[in-house]
């Protein structure tokens, strides 16, 4: 069990009568990244925020099976969702940004966390956006809006702000799909930075960026997973007749 | 032919604008005039009691006593722009927080309920006739006050809460209308820190969200400080500074509403009355200027 960050078991995930995500398991290991693939609607991203618990701020939806980090079933009704959220990070597509400056972005996190030092805050701030890149362009201005910078620079303050509540797991849904390229190069130049501490989870309608980042793929369809691999082998010699056709496009 | 048409075709269409151009013209011409006429004539009539009568703008503006009719005439309306500004504030003070976390209940916590029943009937609030709320406060709320706090009962505390509740409705509506437009993945993110609904509420949603709610508030502000009859209902009219919360006092509006219809057209008692209405108007220009200047901050 040591060896994964997350596991899923027999997880499925219902809104209402329908049941978006079909019985998966899947274990996602330390220190790798995961690529879920899969054309729209076929569950990867309620799956995926189904980690978090961040379904359960959805009416109606409903999440059955488990979930384990190390010895502990998160999806429990029991479990702290507050302290589970500071173990799990999450970036979204879109950038979201607070309507507050740059240093307050990352300091809201772990002040709620109990951090009230400032020097430990500033501290914090500092590793945070050295490590999602963003340090040497807006060390000047840490006060400044965190509206004021660029798409991309958003994304990666939002990854700092992830990052800074000192999580191990960071799921991504879409981080790069509204950004342009060189931003999306300098995101996954980023994520390939951060495996080396983080057990990484990302969901992606980008094909090559599966295959330029990730080390597991695993393919989702209809609410099921058809197949979960090395990401080598699912683009060169998939097992199943469904993850070739999309791979190759003749669907999705 | 192909030149011809060129020439003719365009000309339906220049007609249609040129229509559409002088109709929104004039529109807008009746408009200004209708404004800029009403403030010269308040202006001209609110002037006169500095420039004909001779009362200087200060003892106006700092004036204790007032008694425009008496001998010697006395031009003091410092009571009054104290009671209208007490009471407004106040208002807004009770209105805004009740209006923001209205508004917070019928977006964030109930939203089904909230926009179907409250919202209405929250906006219903608005509709309900001055004279009504002034009658209610008088039959209700000053009795109650009566009952509890030395004094008659009428007064600023009276006057501002039967403000706060006409109020309500812009600000709750104001404020609805600002949490509903917030974009949906600032209150995931914060979630996904680990925050709690309260502490996602108070500490993201609250500040993104202030400069529309304090439009919102402002804009109450403006509504309470132009509101005449409810408050001349429950406010007394006693032309003087009041020592407590629960005594007799007056506002700009009431003191107007109530000596307009006694006075004779130009004489100095009239024209006091007219300055009233000007530092009124001038006031209410500032509140324009201040919801204009918050709007601009919150595009930002």
């Known amino acids: 069990m040591q060896q994964y960050g997350l596991s899923a078991k027999d997880l499925s995930v219902y809104y209402g009568p329908k049941q978006a995500v079909k019985n998966v398991s899947l274990d996602f290991a330390n220190k790798q990244v995961t690529a879920l693939i899969g054309p729209s609607g076929c569950g990867k991203s309620t799956f995926l925020r189904s980690l978090n618990r961040m379904n359960d701020l959805i009416d109606g939806a409903k999440v059955t099976g488990e979930i384990w980090i190390g010895e502990e079933n998160i999806n429990h009704p029991k479990t702290d969702v507050v302290s589970l959220r500071q173990r799990i990070g999450m970036v979204w597509q879109r950038p979201n940004p607070f309507h507050k400056s740059i240093y307050e972005n990352i300091a ?145 | 032919m192909a030149q011809s048409t060129k020439v003719q075709q365009p000309k339906p269409h220049i007609a249609e604008e040129w229509v559409g151009r002088v109709y929104t013209g004039i529109c807008i011409f009746i408009l200004i005039v209708a404004i800029f006429s009403m403030v010269y004539f308040v202006a001209s009539r609110g002037l006169r009691t500095f420039i004909g009568d001779g009362v200087n703008p200060l003892e106006l503006l700092t004036g204790l006593k007032w008694n425009p009719g008496g001998e010697p005439a006395l031009f003091g309306a410092l009571p009054f722009i104290f009671g209208s500004f007490s009471t407004s504030i106040l208002a807004a003070l009770i209105a805004g927080p009740l209006g923001f976390c209205a508004a917070v209940f019928m977006v964030e916590i109930m939203p089904g309920f909230g926009r179907k029943f409250l919202q209405p009937v929250i906006e219903l609030l608005a509709g309900i006739p001055s004279v009504v709320y002034g009658f209610v406060g008088l039959s209700v709320i000053v009795p109650l006050f009566r009952d509890i706090f030395p004094g008659q009962g009428i007064g600023i505390a009276a006057g501002a809460l039967v403000l706060s509740v006409m109020i309500l409705p812009t600000i709750t509506t104001i404020a609805t209308d600002a949490l509903a437009a917030l974009p949906s993945g600032l209150k995931e993110g914060s979630y996904a820190l680990g925050a709690t609904r309260w502490q996602t509420i108070y500490r993201i949603v609250l500040p993104t969200m ?68 000007l530092i009124l108007m001038l006031m209410t220009f500032v509140f324009v200027f201040i919801v204009r200047w918050l709007e601009g901050r919150s595009k930002i």
């Open chain 1, 108 to 252: 809201f996190g772990p002040r709620y966390h109990g951090v009230k030092n400032k020097k430990q805050l500033d501290e914090i701030v500092e590793q945070s956006l050295r490590k999602a890149a963003l340090w040497e362009e807006t060390k000047d201005r840490l006060h400044k809006s965190g509206l004021s910078l660029s798409g991309g620079q958003q994304q990666r303050l939002c990854i700092a702000r992830s990052i800074a509540v000192k999580p191990s797991i960071i799921l991504m849904d879409e981080p790069a799909s509204a950004l342009d390229p060189v931003s999306t190069a300098k995101i996954e130049e980023l994520i390939t930075e951060l495996k080396q501490e983080y057990c990484i989870i990302i969901v992606t309608h980008n094909m090559h960026q599966a295959a330029r980042i990730s080390e597991k793929t695993a393919f989702f369809l209809m609410g099921d997973l058809i197949e979960y691999d090395e990401t080598d082998k699912m683009f060169t010699d998939p097992e199943k007749k469904e993850t070739s056709d999309y791979i190759s496009g003749r669907f999705g």
């Open chain 2, 210 to 277: 202030l400069p529309a709610l304090l439009t919102g508030i402002v804009l109450g502000i403006a509504r309470a400080f132009g509101e005449a009859l409810a408050v001349q209902m429950v406010i007394g009219n006693a032309p003087h500074i009041p020592r407590s919360l629960f005594e007799s006092t007056s506002t700009l509006t009431s003191a107007i509403t109530q000596s307009m219809g006694n006075t004779v057209m130009g004489s100095a008692h009239n024209n006091a009355l007219w300055s009233l209405a």
